[in-house]
Nanobody
Framework: QVQLVESGGGLVQPGGSLRLSCAAS????????MGWYRQAPGKERALVAT???????NYADSVKGRFTISNDNAKNTVYLQMNSLKPEDAAVYYC?????????????????WGQGTQVTVSS
């Protein structure tokens, strides 16, 4: 019913920048939160940043001051601007959203994930 489609990953040199995007589509009644998580090889998936529909943000300590999360509520889209990238930022980045799905006669709160986009930081 709801799809989260990410884009913007790729290869970047240390110190470089990338911008990730994630667009939610489908039978969405409302979105309460969107965010980004990442998973490096051999590690658990970890929070990077989240943003509420009202614009309140939360960041992992490791990315504060370097990454900026933003959203466009009209487009059901969340962005992650990543600056001053480090090799340790390399991971698969996953979009997450908490939303209410409209099933017609009823609605239900759900949590969804994108398919992931690879970010590689290497010289």
């Amino acid at each position: 019913q709801v799809q989260l489609v990410e884009s913007g990953g790729g290869l970047v040199q240390p110190g470089g920048s990338l911008r990730l995007s994630c667009a939610a589509s489908g039978s969405i009644a409302s979105i309460s939160n969107m965010g980004w998580y990442r998973q490096a090889p051999g590690k658990e998936r970890a929070l990077v940043a989240t943003i509420t529909s009202g614009g309140s943000t939360n960041y992992a300590d490791s990315v504060k001051g370097r990454f900026t999360i933003s959203n466009d509520n009209a487009k059901n889209t969340v962005y992650l601007q990543m600056n001053s990238l480090k090799p340790e930022d390399a991971a698969v980045y996953y979009c997450n959203a908490q939303y209410t799905v409209d099933y017609g006669a009823w609605q239900r709160a759900e949590n969804g994930w994108g398919q992931g986009t690879q970010v590689t930081v290497s010289s």
